[in-house]
């Protein structure tokens, strides 16, 4: 699914413009991307799942083209944990 047809969905069920449902999404994606670059970011959508902030450790790695050794730098990374209604659903 893009995003133009979630915002269509999303426009459809809540029984509203396009170009709210779009605002509406905007506003969530951005809400989301502040919370997480908070020092401890996560969010909790009960029933839906867990967006956390995680910190991935500087490691080696291999370029699969040439096979050298090459060091990956230390990153922030996001994790998704479904919640259980979502589990169930799928």
């Not at 994606?29 to 401890?40: E, I, P, Q, R």
């Not at 969010?43 to 956390?52: D, E, Q």
Request: no cysteine.
């Amino acid at each position: 699914m893009t995003k133009a047809e979630l915002i269509e969905k999303m426009a459809t069920d809540a029984g509203i413009s396009n170009a709210g449902a779009g605002k509406a999404l905007d506003s969530f994606v951005d809400s989301v991307t502040k919370a997480l670059k908070k020092k401890d970011g996560k969010i909790t959508l009960v029933g839906f799942g867990t967006f956390s902030k995680v910190r991935r450790k500087a490691r080696k790695g291999r370029n699969p083209a040439t096979g050298e050794e090459i060091k990956i730098k230390a990153r922030n990374a996001v994790r998704f944990k479904p919640g259980k209604t979502l589990k169930d659903s799928i």
